[in-house]
């Protein structure tokens, strides 16, 4: 049941939208730029999402008749090329819960409906802006003191 036999590295440029827009391009020596979005790419995220889009495959088919409300409002739509000049576009939209953990999706160049995994979701989720974790210091208000230590006397 695949949706997409692509290999990671033939993807040219790609676009997630879920409440905001990011896309990224492949730059020279394979390192990803943004068309939009700004800060640190996160490289481990972005080579999880590509893993997953480029192998994708449906746990079912649903068939041809969507059903109601799938794709009232989409949760997220990718879109990626896997060509140079980005004229080979492909489409992914992936709609409301299916039940048992499982969620409503299509795919432009397939008809009807299928469905794909939380864990396949979750992939297409992963933020792709680097979550910078600044180094531990004290908390406020916290000192850092030594009590004062009683000498004997002889």
Known sequence: LAIFKFKPEQIHRFSVVTDKELSLVRGANNQWTWLKGSGAIDQVNVQSLLN??????????????????????????????????????????IGGAAGDGM??????????????????????KLPLVSQSSPSPSPAPGTNVTTSPVAVPTP
Do not use: C, I
């Open 52 to 93: 997953t889009l480029s192998m994708l495959h449906a746990v079912r088919w649903v068939g041809a008749a969507t059903p109601p409300h799938a794709f009232e409002k989409p949760q997220l739509v990718a879109t990626f090329t896997t060509s140079p000049d980005d004229k080979a576009l492909h489409k992914l939209t």
């Open 103 to 124: 969620w409503f999706a299509r795919a432009d160049e397939h008809e009807g409906t299928f469905v794909l995994s939380t864990p396949d979701l979750n992939a297409f």
